[in-house]
């Protein structure tokens, strides 16, 4: 009896395997991959004859297959988006009831000056940003790793040509050995957004997402506007990773949720 397109889809075998990482936090990408018949008849069609299908059923099961590999449903966007929005409302509160006792900052608050982890001075918005994007990465890859395991990434950093809009992986221990060599202006222009949702392949990308904390709270979750002297200066961050990712991405924020 043929074989269906659907229960060949159901018979994917998703298997995942985390990389090594190197000291520190570095970007987490994960690997996943298929092991079924149509998967052996969609790479060598001779294999088609012994599972009844024809060369036209494998064409079209291989395209299905990759179509259905490359989207996410409307239930799986929803459930990412509220799972990306209860990172950032937890990692918002966790943060905040370290250090202000629970209560949220009001804008003064927001502008004073505060020790940041390394004993460095600098305003408050600046180190709880800093300290409320690690929470919410951490939450992340908890809930992630669970609900996508093998599709995504955290802080994954890219390299970008913005004329051939070409992209390409650059690891953590790659940029750290170009910093170490005096060879960091190599890494101008690179783009590391907080998640990547993916097929198992980091470059072929689904989904990307950054997480928001505007200080107050109150204020409209933007994109970051690069400054004078970078290599997108005056762009708009999200504009840029439409351009190099090729989907729309969205913010991630406590009180906004995903926009």
Sequence with gaps: MRLSIVGLLTGIVLSACTTATSAGRSPRTYAWSTDSPSNACRVNPANCAAMGMTRRDAAETGLSIAAALKTLNPEETLELHQLLHE????????????????????????????????????ARAVVFGIEKHEAALQ??????????????SLQQRYG?????????????????????????????GTLVPDVVIHTGNALQILAVYDFKFPCPGSNTARWNVYPQGHAYEYSDQGNIYRHAFGVTPLRASPVWGIQ
């Design 87 to 122: 990172c950032a409302k937890w990692a918002d509160d966790e943060v905040n009831q370290r250090r202000l006792a629970g209560q949220r900052p009001t804008h003064q608050q927001c502008q004073e000056l505060i020790q940041d982890a390394h004993g460095k001075q600098a």
């Design 160 to 188: 970008y040509d913005r004329e051939s809009k070409r992209i390409w992986l650059i690891s953590e221990a790659q940029a750290q050995k170009l910093i170490r060599q005096n060879q960091g202006k190599a890494l101008r």
């Design 139 to 152: 939450c992340a890859q908890e809930k992630l790793g669970k609900f996508r395991p093998g599709g995504f």
